[in-house]
Structures are given as structure tokens and as C-alpha cells.
């Protein structure tokens, strides 16, 4: 089963789109896909239309309140373990009850999982409990970067932080950076992929996701981009990217 | 035409060391702390960071926290006697009236 984190404590740099279509890419390679929502604002919950109500979530799951399996949400293509505005108060709570070793809650909760070929997790927009939560669930990470100046100082503090993981005993490898929100018309864009490659070299991957509606468009008709536009900008982008991850291995 | 460069060199320059630091290939001579501790260091922003024993000691080596306090000390003293001075003036009206 391989894990990957989608990370980046920036908002809007396109991690629960990433988290999102590249598992549906994943799935229409055959593979079983779960999708983990660790995000209060619950983004891809919502985006892919999962409804919550009356239902165990993710925060049930990480206090141990739920197993696992009683909070997936099959899709047709993929299983979302989604998430609620609770989790913020859920975060609190295992901070207090589990004060020296809270970041191996999801770890814990998911000891026992099996029956996935990838497990995908959408971390929140900080360096939070939550994030780490899931940095140290799986141990690799995938960084989605907006091709500007300003996402560049974000990164440096992901870098820090997986510095500080490692030292701690937790083995941390970067699967990759994605450049996102690529607009070709603009020089910046053009000119941080390109530093960004030679820079930090194999760490970048060779897909670029390119600005495109379909993206935006797809979670208000609750779909992934491939079933929304499948010959679309989006979709081919997704495609290449989970050719990448397969690869990888 | 000489290509605009947006970005300045030492950003680039801070994130190869950066991402060397991340994927281990750049020693540091740190030793390890419990996950959560540190975690918690990292995350913490940049203006609340507290300063290390080697920064203090430097600070009183050059003796620049020492000057600035004598200084404040200066400012309270000659505010102080401005004061008494007012008080004075207000007793002796008091006096004639």
C-alpha cells in the first residue's frame, strides 16, 4: 500500500485538487483509491459531495470512536474518509489527551488498513497538529506549488519542518513538488518552473498542472475532473501525474 | 535583449540548502528531540522564536543591552525632576494665594 501526504501550509495552492484527481487518475488505472480529508474546512468532502450528517467522520476515526471502515464513503471510482468542521475541536482534544505523541494518531488509527493500493491524504492549509498527523502517517510527501514568488517561502518552512521529522527518528522522503496554477502566458510562471528544476532538480516533477477551468469547475457538480471533462486540459495533466507516481513505485 | 530575472539568486540559493537539509544529504549536527517538542519549534512563527544562550551572551559582551538600559535610566531621571519642579511651582501659588 503506498501512502502520500498532499501538503503545503499555503491556502489555495491546489492540494485538495491535487489530492482529488490525481486519486481519480489513480483509479482509472485499476488501482483502489483512498482518499483521507484531514482538513476542518473539509474542502474534499465537499467537493467530491460526500454528506456527513449522522455519520462517523475522520475525527471520530483518529480518537478512536470509529473504526475505519464504519466512516468510508464509497464513490464509484474512489472511498473518501471525509471530514467535518468538528475536527478542529478533535484536534484540540488529542492535543490534550495525547500531548507527547499525538502525531502517530493516524498512524495508529490506520494500523490495521488494508485493501488499498494508495492512500491519499489532504492535509489543512498549516504545520499543525493535523499536518503533521499526516506527514508522519505516511511518510512522503507530495508538495503542490503555485508557480509565484510568495509559495516559494512557504516551501523552505515544508522543508524545515521535514527536516525536523527526520531528526526526530521518522523516516520523510519528498515524492515531489508539483508546480501548479502553471499560466504559460506569464514570465514568472515560466521562469519558477525553470529555476525550480534546476534548483532542486529530480525533486520537481516532470508534469506541470496547468491553470484550467475544468478544475475549477469540476467540485461545484461534485466530480472529479476526469469524469467531468475527460478529454479536458485538467484531465490530461492528472493522467501524467499518476504516470509519474506509478513509477516512482 | 538580457532576460528579466524576477526572482532574486538568493532564494534559490536558500532552497537548495533547504531541501538539502530535507533529504538528508546536507549533515546537521542536531540532536535528536522528542517528535512533538520539536514540531511544535518548527511550526512556531518566526517573531515569537526565542533566542538562543549564544545570542544573550553576545548581547552582554558587547555590553548593547547595558547601554540601552543606562540610557531609559537617563530619560526616567530628567522626566522625574521635570515633575518635581511643576510640583514646586503649584505649591508656591498655593502659598500667595
Not at chain 1, 1 to 14: A, D, F, L
Not at chain 1, 26 to 37: I, K
Not at chain 1, 240 to 248: D, I, M, Q, T, Y
Not at chain 2, 53 to 80: C, L, M, S, V, Y
Request: with cysteine.
Amino acid at each position: 500500500m503506498r501512502k502520500i501526504t498532499v501538503i503545503n501550509q499555503k491556502g489555495g495552492t491546489g492540494k485538495t485538487t491535487t489530492a482529488v484527481n490525481l486519486g481519480a487518475a489513480l483509479s482509472e488505472t485499476g488501482r483502489e483509491v483512498l482518499l483521507v480529508d484531514l482538513d476542518p474546512q473539509a474542502g474534499l468532502t465537499e467537493s467530491l459531495g460526500v454528506e456527513t450528517s449522522g455519520r462517523p467522520t475522520v475525527a471520530e476515526v483518529l480518537t478512536r470512536e470509529a473504526e475505519p471502515r464504519e466512516a468510508f464513503h464509497p464513490l464509484s471510482n474512489l472511498t473518501v474518509l471525509p471530514s467535518s468542521p468538528v475536527l478542529a475541536e478533535t484536534e484540540k482534544r488529542i492535543l490534550r489527551e495525547r500531548p507527547s505523541d499525538y502525531p502517530l494518531a493516524l498512524k495508529d488509527a490506520f494500523a490495521g488498513l488494508r485493501g488499498f493500493d494508495f492512500v491519499i491524504v489532504d492535509c489543512p492549509p498549516s504545520l499543525g497538529a493535523l499536518s503533521l498527523m499526516g506527514m508522519v502517517y505516511s511518510g512522503s510527501l507530495l508538495i503542490p506549488l503555485q508557480t509565484q514568488y510568495m509559495a516559494l517561502n512557504g516551501l523552505e518552512k515544508i522543508l524545515g519542518m521535514v527536516k525536523t521529522i527526520r531528526e526526530a527518528g521518522f523516516p520523510m522522503e519528498i515524492l515531489g513538488i508539483l508546480p501548479c496554477m502553471y499560466d504559460v502566458r506569464t514570465s514568472l510562471s515560466r521562469q519558477v518552473e525553470e529555476h525550480l528544476r534546476e534548483t532542486l532538480r529530480d525533486k520537481v516533477f516532470r508534469t506541470v498542472i496547468r491553470q484550467s477551468v475544468s478544475l475549477a469547475e469540476a467540485p461545484a457538480r461534485s466530480k472529479d475532473v476526469l469524469s467531468y471533462q475527460p478529454g479536458g486540459r485538467g484531465a490530461e495533466d492528472y493522467r501524467a501525474l499518476a504516470k509519474e507516481v506509478l513509477r516512482h513505485g | 535583449m538580457a532576460k528579466k530575472t524576477l526572482i532574486p539568486a538568493e532564494k534559490w540559493e536558500g532552497l537548495r540548502h533547504a531541501m538539502e537539509e530535507a533529504a538528508g544529504t546536507r549533515k546537521t549536527s542536531k540532536t535528536p528531540v522528542p517528535l512533538a517538542e520539536a514540531a511544535g519549534e518548527a511550526a512556531r512563527p518566526e517573531r515569537g522564536k526565542k533566542r538562543s544562550a549564544g545570542e544573550k551572551g553576545k548581547e552582554e559582551r558587547t555590553g548593547e543591552k547595558g547601554k540601552e538600559k543606562k540610557e531609559k535610566k537617563k530619560k526616567k531621571d530628567k522626566k522625574g525632576k521635570k515633575k518635581k519642579m511643576k510640583g514646586k511651582k503649584g505649591k508656591k501659588r498655593k502659598g500667595k494665594g
